[in-house]
Each structure stands twice: as C-alpha cells, then as structure tokens.
C-alpha cells in the first residue's frame, strides 16, 4: 500500500476556509481542530463535564451483544468507564454493505485520530461510529452502485417501507435480500476472497433483524482487531439515555431554534452555501406516531406541532413524554449533534465536508444548553486506485491527481485526436472553409437571380456541410473501434476513480475492492496514521 496526499480543486468555500482557519469562519466554532493546543483545552473542559459514564457503558454492551460484537469493542467499552478517558466520534446512515466508501472512510478516520490524540495527551481515546439508526429516509440507504458497461448501474433493495419508520425499527426482508446479495456476487469477478466474503457477508445477514444490525456486524467484520465501538442511535437503550437531555432541548428550544436561524442567515450572507434551513420556529425534534416520525415546530400558541397538524402536544405534555417516554422523541440534524455531545466524552467529532458545513451553524444550539462545542474535525477522504487503474494512467501518461479531479473524458478525446495525424476536427474545419469559398459565387449568382433560389443555394452549402458532419462522425465511429481496447481502458479508469463526475467515495461501494483484495487493505489504512490537513489521499492498493 503506498499512500500520497493530493488537493481537491472542487470544495465549497466553506470546507476551503476552515482548512485555511479563516477567521470569518472560525469564529462559528469553539476549537480550532488543527491546533494541538485545542485538545489539550478540550481535554481539560471535559474533567468538568458530567458524563454518567456507568449508565453510558451498559447501554453500549448492551446493543453490542445483540451484535455478537467482538471482544475489541467490549475491551473499548471497559476503557470508556476510566473517568480520563475520551472519545473520538463521527457517524454515518446504516448504508446496505456499508454504503458509499465514505462510510469506510469515515471508521477509519474515526479509529485514526483516537490513535494519535491517545498518544498525545497520554489518556485512553476510545473511537466510537455512531449509526444513525433513527433516520427514516430508507430509500438513501437501500442501493449500491456497481460498474457496468460504460458507466455506474443503481442496485436498489426491492423492500418497501411503510412510513417514516425509523431504520432502527425496520425489520429486514431476508428473501429480498439474500436475492440481492446474489444479485450483486453474479456483477463479480470470481476471486481467491470471493467465496469467504459471499459467506461472511450472508452470515451476518442470517443472524441480524434489521438493516442496522446488518450494517453494525458487517463493519465489525471490516474492522476486525480494532478497539471501535458502534452504537445505533435508534436503540431503546440510548433513549433511556436521552431523557433529562430531550428535556432540556424541550427547555431550551427558542433560543435554541432562533439561534441557530441567526447563524444560518449570517453565514449565507457570507456567500457560504449551506444544506441546512432553520427557521425560528423549528422545534428540531421528531415525535413518533404510528411507526411514523413527525417534525415537530412550534404553532402561534406555543404548542408543538407537525407540519400538517399530526399531532398537537403542549411543552407540559412534551416534558412529560421526555420524562416518561423518550423513545417517543428523536433528533433531527440540528439536535442530534447535541444529543451526541451530552451522551458522550467527545474529544473531537469526525465529519465529512456536509457535516462540517451544517455544525457551523450549530454553535448556539450548544451554547444554548450550557455546553461547548466539541472540535470539529473533517474526516480523511480517500480514491483508491488498483493496479489495473495505476497501468493504464502510466500508460497513457495521466496524472493521478488530474484525473480524481476532473476525471478521463478529455484525456480520452485528446488520445483519440492524436491518433489520426492531422486529427479528423481539423481536416473536417478545413474542408467546410474550402467548400464555403468555392460555393460562394454559386450562392451569390443564385441570390441575383432570385431570393428563392438563393435560399436553395444556402441549403445547398447545409447539405454538403451535413454530409462533412456525417464523414467525420463515421471516421470517429472508425476509429473508436480500431481503439476499442484503449477506448474501454479509458472508461474503466474514469468510472473508478471519477464515476458520475464526482469523487470514488461518494459512488462506489467497498463490495468490488472487498471482492478483489479481501478486507486487508481496509484494516492496514486503520492502522495508519495520516494527516488530516491534507485534503485528499490516493491509496494505492
């Protein structure tokens, strides 16, 4: 495996300015996460924060023995109860196989920075990948892409779910999805670890009840040997948990809501572009209501309210039910970081470029509920380039670099040019210029005699240069299939480390590199230990 840092020339401004600690955005944050001093601090504010590490430890073990965990987790988990101990913290959807690469990128960052902050501060630093069981938007988890053909093919599970039903709650279908699986292995190449990772991936199916569980044991698996804990956000045991911290979110709601507002209209004064849409009266709370989750805001009469009226809930009933029965309520985007930070001895959060654009505009919800912000760390960010991709960019003399930013069209359309001397274009240019010249006194005497037919003679040149358009495009066609081996090593490459135009980890799926290399290069990058001020890494595999 060798490793090279590169830059990213298509990050939003805001992701730009915070590697650069511009203090136009650094002032929406608490802790500049680039500076070794900031963990100190943190590390220091965190002796003074009352974290009921005891209740924490048994909800973690827990969920972790429905998961059949590994003892690494359970040896992470007893780590947790050491009173100076802190966590690293970052979180993805329960994505079928994982998801996108970003989730695998995302574990390893997470286990990376645990790794050096224990080794800076001298206290155990326990990684932690919180799964966002609790979200209901099934159809953002259920697909993986694969490469077919000349591009990237959409697999989606066929399993419909009722609702806004929290993936926590959804029950697998195991025919459904023992097919797919099938599905997916018949797109695959036979190889040494082809037949183990089909066994390893069913056999975690065939023991879990929901696709959190499914996602939980096969990161385990991925992940193996690595002090990691996963906790699923959607669990009943952490909405014991979150009781007294959903009552103070109750508490706190307009300063909260109206804060976070405020934050989001000045950073889009900035010119910042955000995902994130706050309104003052946001409650930022979801109540569940016959499988359903509902986004709570708050009426002209200071009730709690869906949208279309679902449910109407006073702020004694909302109390109540947060006292009683928290499993009613969960976090949206704006909350659950906060719910994170009260749960959790947090060091640092690990977020990709999207996370740590909406986290700015969280600090008032923070503040509101007489907490700090916790640093906020973007996560690695890795393409992956195999041998076979590495040839055929030594082959054709493409920068690596070049080719994750902007990918292989035009490196492919260029070759092809230079492989008819003089290229097809130009000759084709010229030929319609000469034609143009020769046919001008035609259409001029055409047009003396009558505006009819010169209007026949214009057509006339239409014609001829039609039929240059129809040589040029059948001479491409030609070549394209004289350099039909050439042409698909082009395409290959594109869609590997440039698919639909965008960066490898938020398309391809880890299933074809699993498939080809078995999970070993996923543990030796957890082992790593890489910088996160470079942008980008390409890991060659």
């Known amino acids: 495996m060798r490793i090279s840092p590169i830059k990213l020339s298509k990050q939003n401004a805001l992701i730009n300015d915070y590697r650069d600690q511009k203090s136009g955005i650094m002032r929406y944050f608490d802790y500049d996460p680039y500076m070794t001093q900031s963990y100190e601090q943190r590390l220091q504010a965190l002796q003074q924060k009352n974290i009921n ?74 990684p932690v990948f919180w799964i966002a069981g609790e979200d209901h938007d099934f159809d953002e988890i259920n697909h993986v892409f694969l490469h077919e053909n000349k591009g990237m093919k959409k697999h989606p599970l066929p399993h419909q779910t ?10 697998m279908d195991e025919t459904a999805l023992s097919t797919w699986i099938d599905q997916l ?57 979150e009781r007294e911290h959903f009552v103070r979110l109750i508490e706190q709601q307009e300063e909260l809501s109206q804060g976070v507002h405020r934050t989001v209209q000045q950073l889009k004064n900035q010119g910042y572009s955000l ?11 979801f109540y569940h209501l016959d499988n359903e989750r ?55 959060f690990i977020g990709g470029p999207g996370e740590v654009s909406y986290w700015a505009a969280l600090k008032p919800a923070f503040h509101a509920v007489n907490m700090e912000m916790p640093p906020v760390l973007p996560r690695l960010s890795f393409t992956f380039i195999d041998r ?22 035009d490196a492919k359309i260029q070759w092809l040019a230079e492989q008819n001397e003089p290229p097809v274009e130009q000759v084709a240019a010229e030929v319609k210029q000469a034609i143009h010249r020769v046919h001008q006194p035609l259409r001029a005497m055409a047009s ?12 006339n040149l239409y014609y001829l240069n039609s039929n240059i358009d129809f040589i040029e495009k059948r ?46 290069f996923i543990r030796q990058l957890a082992r790593e230990s890489l910088s996160f001020s470079s942008e980008h890494h390409i890991i060659y595999i």
């Open 53 to 126: 590490r005891d209740t924490l430890t048994e909800a973690l073990t827990e969920m972790n023995d429905a998961w059949d965990a590994p003892q690494t987790a359970y040896k992470a988990i007893e780590r947790l109860k050491d009173r100076n101990s802190a966590v690293v913290i970052g979180g993805q959807q329960a994505g079928l196989l994982t998801g996108p690469m970003y989730t695998i990128n995302k574990a390893v960052s997470v286990i990376q920075f645990a790794k050096q902050q224990e080794s800076e501060l001298g206290v155990p630093i326990i």
């Open 162 to 171: 009722s609702g806004k039903q929290s993936i926590s709650d959804v029950k």
């Open 185 to 241: 292995f018949d797109q695959l190449p036979e190889t040494e670890h082809t037949k183990k990772l089909y066994q390893a991936i069913m056999d975690c199916q065939k023991r879990s009840v929901t696709y959190v569980d499914f996602f939980a044991r096969f990161l385990y698996q991925l992940l193996e040997g690595e002090e990691i804990i996963l906790v699923d956000s959607g669990h009943p045991s952490m909405r014991s948990l």
């Open 275 to 285: 995902s994130l849409d706050a309104a003052p009266t946001d409650a930022h709370l």
């Open 294 to 348: 509902i986004l709570l805001v708050r009426d002209d009469e200071g009730n709690w309210a869906g949208k279309q009226n679902e449910v109407v809930l006073t702020s004694q009933e909302m109390l109540d039910i947060a006292r009683h029965n928290p499993e009613s309520l969960s976090n949206n985007v704006v909350t659950r970081p906060v719910m994170q930070e009260s749960l959790f001895p947090t060091i640092a």
């Open 388 to 409: 076979k991709v590495e040839k055929i960019l030594d082959k054709f003399g493409i920068d690596a670099e070049h080719a994750i930013n902007y990918g292989l069209e």
């Open 448 to 459: 003396d005699i009558g505006a009819d037919l010169g209007e026949l003679a214009d057509k």
């Open 475 to 520: 001479i491409h066609q030609a070549l394209e299939e004289k350099y039909e081996k050439e042409i698909r090593a082009f395409d290959h490459a594109h869609h590997a480390i440039h698919p639909e135009n965008g960066l490898q980890e938020r398309i391809w799926n880890p299933l074809p590199l699993l498939n080809e290399y078995g999970p070993c």
